[in-house]
């Protein structure tokens, strides 16, 4: 397999073929944790069990051939993926990428519609209920994670438009994050709730997530009451950093792993953190956690492995977080932007069905070609337009 990148037209035509199937399906898909929209498991005894939310749950999301259908589950459109596609055509849209036009204004009108209920703050859940290990999240449930990439994204389409409403709907969100989420322990360090307001979890990518956005709100607000908690987070995460470079996913007992799209959030994440703050208190945090990162995340042949050590399974979400990540640190190793390249290319091989789609896993032995609009397509959409903006302005004189 060469190892040379993918030139520009590969990418754009990449893009182009993904951006006409996801508006064909008008932006609505199934989703690996979807199970529990099935109206067929609804309408049996079975609902009241947790054991069973969970069985169904995973086995939808790891079975190879798709069973949505035949359960009455329906395609939906979700608010993460929608800000997602608003990102992804905002940087299609500057490079002149036909289709994409008005893709922001139509975005933004479906995530208004699809805001949260029952709370004065802007802010967005999963389009799914959802079973954890200990309580099942309603469908529609605010949560962090969700509204911090709405509200990314909202940003994003306010630098280019410079609509107050925008920043307003953005800003909402950050309040709903600083006064419903977050809390402070005994011992003084601090966190954000995930997945739920009240639950005093520690979990990193959610914390890092939470803390960029109050430090970009910072930076066009000039609000300071958001920073310092920001900052106050985002330390206690930093500190949480093993030895080696990497975080676990959080401090429960069950939360001891390290995987690929978890770590590039919190690494552009907190690179987000210390760039809107000023400040170079993370910069030792960040270098060692991307030296990790790199080193221990991708085979010889540019796929990206699920966790730090083992490959399997090769999940589409790590091939375009790996995409993201590893051009947002090119200044950190001169070979970034070839393996980013060689990313795309083993993806486009191995993960790219003809009609424009990408499949979600690559296992040993066999590919599930399920098409999840969230997991897989936005992000692949997205992961294609950083790739295309870094290769045209590479080509710049």
């Known amino acids: 397999m060469p190892e040379t990148p993918r030139n520009e037209t590969d990418v754009s035509n990449a893009a182009l073929s993904l951006l006409a199937y996801c508006r064909k399906e008008a932006w609505a898909g199934f989703d690996p944790y979807d199970a529990l929209n099935s109206r067929l498991f609804n309408s049996t005894p079975f609902r009241h069990s947790k054991l069973c939310r969970l069985v169904l749950t995973q086995a939808l999301k790891r079975l190879p051939f798709n069973l949505r259908p035949l359960l ?3 395609k939906e459109q979700n608010p993460k993926a929608l800000a997602l596609f608003l990102s992804a055509g905002l940087r299609l849209s500057k490079l002149g990428i036909p289709g994409t036009e008005n893709i922001a204004g139509e975005m933004v009108g479906r995530l208004e519609a699809l805001r949260s209920k029952g709370t004065p703050y802007w802010c967005w859940g999963y389009s799914f209920p959802w079973q954890t290990r200990t309580i099942i999240v309603p469908r529609g449930t605010p949560n962090l994670v969700c509204t911090a990439f709405v509200a990314e994204a909202l940003l994003d389409a306010y630098e280019e438009s410079h609509e107050s409403r925008l920043l307003d709907m953005a800003n909402s969100a950050g309040q709903y994050i600083l006064k419903e989420l977050y809390w402070t322990d005994r011992d003084g360090t601090a966190s954000f709730s995930y997945p739920l307001q009240g639950m005093r979890s520690k979990v990193h990518n959610a914390n890092f997530l939470g803390a960029a956005l109050l430090s970009r709100l910072y930076r066009y607000t000039g609000y300071r009451q958001s920073l310092a908690p920001a900052l106050m987070v985002a330390r206690y995460s930093a500190a949480r950093q093993r030895e080696n470079g990497a975080w676990d996913y959080g401090e429960a007992s069950t939360q001891g792993w390290a995987d690929n799209f978890h770590t590039g959030y919190n690494l552009c994440a907190l ?3 210390a760039r809107n703050a000023e400040t170079p208190e993370f910069d030792a945090a960040i270098r060692k956690g991307f030296e990790f990162y790199r080193k221990n995340f991708f085979r010889d042949d540019g796929a990206p492995k699920y966790f730090h050590d083992r490959t399997y399974p090769i999940d589409i979400h790590c091939v375009a977080q790996s995409i993201i990540t590893l051009l947002a640190f090119r200044d950190l190793d001169e ?3 070839s393996l980013a390249h060689k ?5 486009l091989e191995n993960m790219r069905d003809r009609k424009g789609y990408f499949y979600y896993q690559v296992q040993p032995f066999y590919k599930n ?3 999840y609009m969230r997991w897989t397509q936005a992000w692949m959409l997205l992961a294609l337009s ?5 290769t045209r302005a590479a080509a710049l004189p």
Not at 386 to 390: A, T
Request: aromatic content about 4%; overall charge neutral.
């Open 386 to 390: 950083h790739l295309l903006e870094h």
């Open 369 to 371: 070609r399920i098409s």
């Open 343 to 347: 990313v795309c290319h083993w993806a």
């Open 335 to 337: 070979g970034n932007v």
């Open 72 to 74: 009455l589950i329906d």
């Open 271 to 273: 690179r987000s953190i």
